[in-house]
């Protein structure tokens, strides 16, 4: 098999094609700004909340999804992280869908800040429901 030398951009794949992929797999990405406090997602980010692609979700409205018993320990995790106690924020949670389903949320993160943009938390969240069940 030849190898081809030519490279490919992948920044002329556009936002949809992304969605169409991330949404296959079930993994949302989001973005929060630190100093301001707002939340930037994905459609499949939304998807995994039980939100519709076009929904509005806020920082807050997240929070407010996370069952009282996992709150704080999310809350902990990403003040480690912004704070630098930890390098990135790995956390599990259970979640109460709009709906009323409960399900298990598995979140990633790191810190962010490129030349000349203030501090964001960037990452990733995976609906992991079906595994934890067949794990039990």
């Excluded at 490279?7 to 929060?32: P, Q």
């Excluded at 018993?69 to 704070?83: A, F, N, P, R, S």
């Amino acid at each position: 098999m030849r190898s081809n030398k030519r490279s490919v951009d992948l920044s002329i794949i556009c936002n949809d094609h992304w969605d169409v992929v991330f949404d296959h797999v079930g993994m949302g990405f989001w973005e929060l700004s630190v100093a301001t406090g707002i939340l930037r997602s994905t459609q499949s980010f939304k998807k995994n909340f039980g939100y519709p692609p076009d929904g509005v979700l806020s920082y807050e409205t997240v929070l407010g999804l996370i069952l009282a018993e996992d709150l704080d320990h999310v809350q902990d995790e990403i003040e480690h992280t912004v704070t630098r106690e930890k390098n990135s924020y790995d956390v599990l949670y259970r979640i109460r869908r709009p709906d009323g389903e409960i399900r298990w949320i598995k979140a990633d993160g790191i810190l962010s800040q490129q030349d000349g943009e203030s501090l964001k938390l960037i990452g990733t969240t995976l609906d992991v429901t079906d595994l934890k069940k067949t794990l039990l």
